[in-house]
């Protein structure tokens, strides 16, 4: 009775810390988030301890089932990497965190509570200030969505071009609603922090249109 109350503790205590970090991905809308994560962590401690217990019921290998989590959890992790556009691609940091996190599992399920624990914190910690670190030093570079509206979609881009020449950047995925009252044209632009908060001034103090939204980056990492 003993071992599976333990059995149980660790599977509650993979799950707790698969979910945090499922939590910081969640937040920032990421693809792999927090079911994803939590089932992730909960799985590799349920497979360590399968691999474990039906080995010691069997005169088994103790590691045969537990090496497998690994080739797996690459499937997975491939499955989040996506090649959107040019020579962007996003998910890396999706697909790395999986990996992780299936250590994290692991690790509980061999009964390494606090090196999972300390691996939990440190993902967070570096999820957290790399990224702030990447933007403030000008680093990263992101995909950003912006929608104008304007009385012509043709004139609109004309004048967009003619903003984004002098620094050589190009509207991608460009898309035209017209309404009633006028024409919206969303496009994205990839570049560096500076870059977008450059270019979003640029269109707003044009005055060439009815309106400027700054939507946000585009699945970054």
């Given at each position: 009775?003993?071992?599976?109350?333990?059995?149980l503790?660790?599977?509650?205590?993979?799950?707790?810390?698969g979910?945090?970090i499922?939590?910081?991905?969640?937040?920032?809308?990421?693809?792999?988030?927090?079911?994803?994560?939590?089932?992730?962590?909960m799985?590799?401690?349920?497979?360590?301890?399968?691999?474990?217990?039906?080995?010691g019921?069997h005169?088994?290998?103790h590691t045969r089932?537990?090496?497998?989590?690994i080739?797996g959890i690459?499937?997975?992790?491939?499955?989040?990497?996506i090649?959107?556009?040019?020579?962007?691609?996003?998910?890396?940091?999706?697909?790395?965190?999986?990996?992780?996190v299936?250590?994290?599992?692991?690790a509980?399920?061999?009964?390494?509570?606090?090196?999972?624990?300390?691996?939990t914190?440190?993902?967070?910690?570096?999820l957290?200030?790399l990224?702030l670190g990447?933007?403030?030093?000008?680093?990263?570079?992101?995909?950003h969505?912006?929608e104008?509206?304007g009385?012509?979609?043709d004139?609109?881009?004309?004048?967009?071009?003619?903003?984004?020449?002098?620094?050589?950047?190009m509207?991608?995925?460009?898309?035209?609603?017209p309404?009633?009252?006028?024409v919206?044209?969303?496009?994205?632009?990839?570049?560096?922090?500076?870059?977008?908060?450059?270019?979003?001034?640029?269109?707003?103090?044009?005055g060439?249109f009815?309106?400027?939204?700054?939507?946000?980056?585009?699945?970054?990492e």
């Open positions: 009775m003993t071992i599976v109350w333990t059995d503790w660790k599977l509650l205590l993979a799950a707790a810390l979910g945090v499922g939590l910081e991905r969640e937040a920032k809308h990421r693809p792999a988030g927090l079911r994803t994560n939590l089932f992730i962590c799985g590799a401690a349920m497979f360590t301890l399968l691999s474990d217990q039906i080995a019921q005169t088994g290998d089932i537990a090496a497998q989590i080739p690459g499937f997975i992790g491939a499955g989040s990497i090649h959107a556009r040019g020579d962007l691609v996003t998910g890396i940091t999706s697909a790395s965190t999986l990996f992780v299936a250590s994290v599992g692991m509980i399920g061999g009964g390494m509570y606090i090196t999972a624990i300390f691996a914190g440190l993902v967070l910690i570096f957290s200030l990224g990447e933007r403030f030093l000008n680093l990263k570079l992101m995909v969505c912006y104008v509206s009385r012509n979609a004139d609109i881009k004309h004048q967009i071009n003619g903003l984004l020449e002098p620094l050589h950047s509207m991608q995925n460009v898309q035209v609603a309404t009633p009252q006028h919206r044209v969303r496009f994205e632009c990839e570049g560096t922090r500076k870059r977008q908060a450059h270019i979003i001034k640029l269109l707003r103090e044009s060439a009815d309106s400027v939204a700054a939507l946000g980056p585009v699945q970054a």
